[in-house]
């Protein structure tokens, strides 16, 4: 009897496993020229007991009337409305990155974890793919000395590349390198086409819809 083909419903572990990679690819120059534009002060992550050392964000996509530098880095689960921060208005290829994602975007941040910085296995609460949710990582900057586990095993994650993470799940990061690790995440809203997308990864396919290079 053979395997049963993936259902339709998107929480098929089937169809979602804890980590992978998009078929999409993004330019590691480009990224890190828009870092150096961006610019911009760096809001110490608002769970502080969740890491040891310098563990940073800036808002590209912050909940709608939020000022308060706190409050625009907080990925609210029940926020539904965002918008675009003048961060990413002086981000051109990240606004090209996120044009990428055929979907509606909740939350996107830069996260910066400087060297020598932790952050505590910990678990994100509705962040996976059959919740509706899904987190997209873009690595900007990395070093070979970057350990992030997800689920007791390494994820390595090239600059430029594209990553769903099922964060729901146990999770940590250590950046043993001497440079930042620079992280673009983006929250997703899951419909048809991110998961036609994610179904095409799986299966080991080519890119679905417009690429974005």
């Given amino acids: 009897m053979g395997t049963p ?13 804890d980590r992978l990679r998009l078929p999409f690819t993004f330019d590691p120059v480009r990224l890190a020229e828009d870092l150096a534009t961006v610019g911009g002060t760096w809001t110490p992550h608002y769970v502080p007991q969740n890491y040891v050392g310098d563990w940073g964000v800036i808002p590209l996509r912050a909940p709608a009337g939020e000022t308060h530098p706190i409050r ?51 678990t994100d609460v509705g962040l996976e793919f059959g919740e509706g949710v899904a987190r997209v990582h873009v690595p900007v900057l ?16 090239p600059a430029g590349s594209c990553w ?30 991110l998961t036609k997308v994610v179904r095409s990864a799986v299966s080991g396919q080519r890119e679905v819809g417009p690429a974005r290079t």
């Fill in 164 to 193: 769903y993470l099922r964060l729901s799940d146990p999770h940590r990061v250590a950046n043993r390198g001497a440079t930042d690790r620079v992280h673009l995440v983006v929250d997703l809203k899951v419909n048809g086409w």
């Fill in 5 to 17: 083909e993936p259902t339709d419903s998107p929480d098929d572990p089937r169809v979602v496993p």
């Fill in 72 to 122: 625009m880095i907080y990925s609210d689960p029940t926020q539904q409305t965002f918008v675009d921060t003048a961060a990413l208005r002086a981000a051109p290829y990240y606004r090209e990155v996120l044009a990428a994602f055929q979907t509606t975007l909740f939350a996107a941040r830069l996260m910066r974890l400087a060297p020598g910085s932790v952050i505590k296995e910990h």
């Fill in 142 to 157: 990395t070093n070979p000395d970057v350990e992030f586990d997800l689920n007791g095993s390494r994820v390595i994650m």
